[in-house]
């Protein structure tokens, strides 16, 4: 049998209720939570769940997970199908014992994203994936002949 | 001695802290030698970790760069931008200048060598 840990709505470390009264918008136009919600009863998408946050400007998507003491060679990150899923190996030595768990987040991209131009980087534990927007079409005039 | 943290050897900061702070995820192990600690201090820079031990009590302070750079907008917020403050209150005295500290993928690991004093000693039955 497998155990599956679930986490009914994520509230990771900061009260979900604190963060409603910060950014009462945050949950509407949610980028993930169904599809994490969906990712508890599929299988294959067990673990933990990463918190993350998404930041954009005017070039690019920013997706920000927290992930202490994770080896860069034990990130996965994968886009299939507009969606962006990062699964993360935390091994963790205790004297001779050493443990690992891992923990996973998907996130949906928006329409737009030059996916040829994603970029990742892992920094202080941080781990940041760049999602370039596609350059938008320009309005032109067409002068008539 | 491998223990987790008990009311006894622990203290969280509580006191004249104004500024928003909270207490970062870790975890004490030990044996004879040394105590040895891991902090999470997930996006704190090197020259952000502020360690200090002053009597018995172990400070750690870690400054969190803004998880929102200039000129972003902020989409979805789950993480937290505090920055971390740990203070753990020692049961054995250690050797000050043998105390070693890395920081390792947003991990502090911290390794506080214990005075002669306290370590176990055998005696010999005459």
């Known amino acids: ?145 | 001695m491998n223990t987790t943290c008990s009311p006894s050897t622990c203290t969280p900061a509580t006191s004249g802290v104004t500024e928003s702070l909270r207490k970062p995820l870790y975890n004490i192990n030990g044996n004879a030698e040394a105590y040895e600690i891991r902090v999470e201090l997930p996006g704190v820079p090197k020259s952000n970790v502020k360690l200090d031990l002053e009597e018995n009590i172990l400070t750690v302070r870690g400054e969190r760069s803004s998880t929102v750079p200039e000129g972003m907008k902020a989409l979805h917020r789950e993480l937290s931008p505090l920055s971390y403050l740990l203070r753990l209150r020692l049961n054995a005295p250690v050797s000050e200048d043998q105390m070693t500290a890395k920081l390792e993928d947003g991990v502090l690991t911290l390794r506080l060598p214990l005075k002669e004093v306290a370590k176990p000693r055998q005696i010999p039955v005459l």
Do not use: C
């Not at chain 1, 034990?74 to 299939?80: A, Q, R």
């Not at chain 1, 923990?103 to 920094?123: C, F, H, M, Q, W």
């Open chain 1, 1 to 145: 049998m497998k155990i599956i840990r679930t986490h009914p709505f994520s509230i990771n470390r900061v009260s979900g209720l604190d963060e409603w009264f910060r950014h009462p918008l945050a949950g509407l136009p949610s980028l993930s939570s169904f599809i994490n919600n969906l990712g508890e009863v599929l299988p294959g998408v067990t673990g933990d769940k990463l918190a993350v946050d998404v930041n954009e400007d005017k070039d690019s998507y920013f997706v920000t997970f927290e992930v202490p003491g994770v080896k860069k060679e034990d990130v996965k990150i994968e886009l299939n199908n507009g969606l962006l899923t990062v699964s993360a190996e935390k091994r963790e030595k205790d004297g001779e014992k050493e443990s690992s768990y891992s923990l996973t987040r998907s996130v949906s991209v928006p329409d737009g994203v030059n996916a040829e131009g994603i970029a990742a980087k892992l920094e202080d534990g941080i781990l940041t994936v760049t999602l370039p927007k596609q350059e938008r079409s320009k309005p032109r005039t067409i002068a008539l002949s």
